[in-house]
């Protein structure tokens, strides 16, 4: 069974902060490659992926959030945060928290938290 619940999720103003934290859990994460990752999906629009990291740390952003946006998990508490500082109306989008076997990355299957919804607006 493989568990990952979201939480920090909230309504900010622009150029404020938020700390996402995806709490995981499962058998798996302790015997397969397991890496971490962060989405965001807008209504009507593919999910797509803000920041992933792996099992040794190797981290990875899209464009739109590199320099504002930092990921890292923390093994001994089975969690990954989403540091999102210098936000901007456009993030606004329900963020969900990601992990896949790495080994499969591409043709795996990928688990899903629940989401939580981040608003950015004055």
């Known amino acids: 069974q493989v568990r990952l619940v979201e939480s920090g999720g909230g309504l900010v103003q622009p150029g404020g902060s938020l700390r996402l934290s995806c709490q995981y859990s499962g058998d798996i994460f302790s015997t397969n490659p397991m890496g971490m990752g962060w989405y965001r999906q807008i209504p009507g629009n593919r999910r797509e992926m803000v920041a992933s990291?792996?099992?040794?740390?190797?981290?990875n952003y899209k464009d739109f959030v590199k320099g504002r946006f930092s990921i890292s998990r923390d093994n001994a508490k089975n969690t990954v945060y989403l540091q999102m500082n210098n936000l901007k109306p456009d993030d606004t989008a329900a963020y969900y928290c990601?992990?896949?076997?790495?080994?499969?990355?591409?043709?795996?299957?990928?688990?899903w938290g629940q989401g939580t919804q981040v608003t950015v607006s004055s």
């Open positions: 990601n992990a896949v076997d790495l080994r499969v990355v591409f043709d795996g299957v990928d688990y």
């Open positions: 990291v792996t099992t040794d740390g190797t981290t």
